[in-house]
């Protein structure tokens, strides 16, 4: 049965998924013919596939959704105007076999858009990231700091409940001492 492989999810596999159904979904065809066919080019099942593309690679390519969408109308349009959509040849190689497919142009635009917003977005996650990590950083230091203190203070308080049990030890030693001098 083909399409039966359990091993772990490659990027270049994420990759092909996505760019399989941000085509389908630009043509207006369904997310599950995309995930049929994409199983059979990466030898996995079409549920693998839909799984994936739901779990995991939709939300990095969120934004290339929404253009694939836009897209999509866009073409509607034009399709009723009588306009033509152009075609790029672009040469593959799979398995060492040279390949020809047809992409449109608005394909590829589309793909390095998605591609382009996905590196801006994780820089600025990046960057979001550090600040909150130096944050963190800052307030264990004072917590730290506070910590050092309160260990301090309670060591102080130790030593005077100590001495506050010795003097009150002392004085019932001495009650009971003058109790049996009275009782003599």
Known sequence: MPGSRQD????????ILAEFVLRHIREGSTQL????????KLMRTSAACG???NSFVRKQYSAGIELAKKQRKENK????K?????????ETVEENTPKTETMKLIDVITFLESLQSNTSSKSESDERMKKEIQSLKEENKALQ????ELEGKLHV???EYRALIEIMDKARKLVLLDD???TR
């Open 51 to 53: 799984f994936r593309w």
């Open 82 to 90: 009588g306009k033509t959509n152009f075609a790029v040849e672009v």
């Open 145 to 148: 700091t506070e910590v050092v």
């Open 77 to 80: 349009k034009n399709q009723l």
């Open 33 to 40: 013919v995309a995930f049929e066919e994409v199983g059979k």
């Open 180 to 182: 049996r001098k009275k």
């Open 157 to 159: 308080l130790e030593q």
């Open 8 to 15: 772990a999810w490659t990027q270049d596999e994420d990759l």
